[in-house]
Nanobody
C-alpha cells in the first residue's frame, strides 16, 4: 500500500519557523518527484515547492527565499523547511508524489500550519 504521512505542522508566530516532514512508504521513493502543496480556507490548492528525483527544486514565488524543500532517500522522507513565516502562509500543507508517465499521483492527509500572533 502507498502511504504519505505528513507531520510537523502547528501554531507559530509571524517570523517563526517550522519544518514539515512527509514519510513515504510503498513507492519507489528515490525515483519519485515529490511536492508540497497548500490549501488555505476558501482558496484552491496550490503548489508550494517541488523536488525532482535528481534533487532539482522549484518554488512558488510567494515562498522563494523563505522555504526550502529537501529529501532523504535513505529514509523515504521529504522535508519543507519554512522560515520567516507570514500569516498568509496559514493553510493545510499536503505532500504529493508527483505523477509521471508511469506512476499516478499520491497525496498525504495534510498537516495544519497556522501563523498567528
Amino acid at each position: 500500500q502507498v502511504h504519505l504521512v505528513e507531520s510537523g505542522g502547528g501554531l507559530v508566530q509571524p517570523g517563526g519557523s517550522l519544518r514539515l516532514s512527509c514519510a513515504a512508504s510503498g513507492i519507489y521513493f528515490a525515483m519519485s518527484a515529490m511536492g508540497w502543496y497548500r490549501q488555505a480556507p476558501g482558496k484552491q490548492r496550490e503548489l508550494v515547492a517541488r523536488i525532482s528525483s535528481g534533487d532539482s527544486a522549484n518554488y512558488a514565488d510567494a515562498v522563494k527565499g523563505r522555504f526550502t524543500i529537501s529529501r532523504d532517500n535513505a529514509n523515504h522522507t521529504v522535508f519543507l523547511q519554512m522560515n520567516n513565516l507570514k500569516t498568509e502562509d496559514t493553510a493545510v500543507y499536503y505532500c504529493r508524489r508527483e505523477p509521471s508517465n508511469s506512476v499516478r499521483d499520491v497525496w498525504g492527509q495534510g498537516t495544519q500550519v497556522t501563523v498567528s500572533s
